[in-house]
């Protein structure tokens, strides 16, 4: 399809996945909104792709309604890419800290829901548009450690595969990407709470983990189909990972 005219909106656009997905969608020829918290994540990224940014917090309800109102007063929207998210901590469901759990849900349930919410509208318009929600094998799997993190997950995965019912005959595409183990620069290190030793260890003797341009290209490519053609769901890891428990690691 012509991607000439298309508008996207990418959150988590700060770094990893969302500022990957903003890479590629602007090399695809989209006109691209980045939204994230940090304001001087985001400048950069706007002086290196073009893109325009909205600085916005996406588990307080009033950023999440000013920048819906920016967005519907700036243009049309094709595309909505839910990235926001993250993990936090990895005890046992026993020994699970309630406010990192709470923490999760807002993050990860929560701001995609609001934000979907505010923004279908304008996905409806001008022939129709995609709402695209990147979750995780987290989503469809559970591992010890995780309790927090998969239930935030699967909660979120909830949210296209109810949509999608709901919405079934409308000119509205919900996709789910699901990626495994990606090496990103914050990822893993926000989730053991900044030890860099740690994180460095989930990957150690993983030869080639996913990267973000890697989750990018594939969502680029959901995005760019005809627009009969739906990708449900794509479940994507490196070939040396078989499960979230089950990786292959050299050495």
């Avoid at 936090?88 to 990860?108: C, S």
Wanted: charged residues 25%; proline residues 4%.
């Amino acid at each position: 399809m012509s991607t000439a005219t298309k508008r996207a909106l990418v959150t988590g656009a700060s770094t990893g996945i969302g500022a990957a997905t903003v890479r590629r969608l602007r090399r695809e020829g989209w006109d691209v909104i980045a939204t994230a918290r940090r304001a001087d994540r985001l400048a950069a990224l706007a002086e290196e792709t073009g893109c325009t940014t909205v600085t916005a917090d996406l588990t307080d309800e009033t950023d999440v309604a000013d920048l819906a109102e920016h967005i519907r007063s700036t243009g049309p929207l094709h595309a909505l890419v839910n990235n926001a998210g993250g993990a936090l901590g990895t005890d046992p469901v026993e020994q699970g800290d309630i406010a990192e759990w709470r923490r999760m849900y807002e993050i990860n349930v929560i701001s995609t829901l609001r934000l979907t919410q505010a923004l279908l509208p304008l996905l409806r318009a001008d022939g129709g548009g995609d709402v695209l929600v990147l979750t995780s094998t987290a989503a469809h799997e559970s591992y010890p450690g995780g309790g927090g993190y998969t239930a935030a997950k699967h909660a979120e995965r909830m949210i296209p595969d109810t949509l999608r019912l709901e919405l079934v005959g409308e000119p509205v595409r919900i996709l789910e990407v699901a990626p495994g183990m990606v090496k990103t620069e914050e990822f893993s290190l926000k989730r053991l709470h900044g030890d860099a030793d740690a994180a460095a260890k989930v990957y150690a003797g993983v030869a080639e983990p996913l990267v973000a341009d890697d989750v990018a290209d594939v969502i680029a490519f959901a995005l760019t189909r005809p627009a009969h053609v739906n990708l449900d769901r794509i479940i994507m890891r490196p070939r040396a990972q078989a499960s979230s428990t089950v990786v292959h690691r050299e050495g």
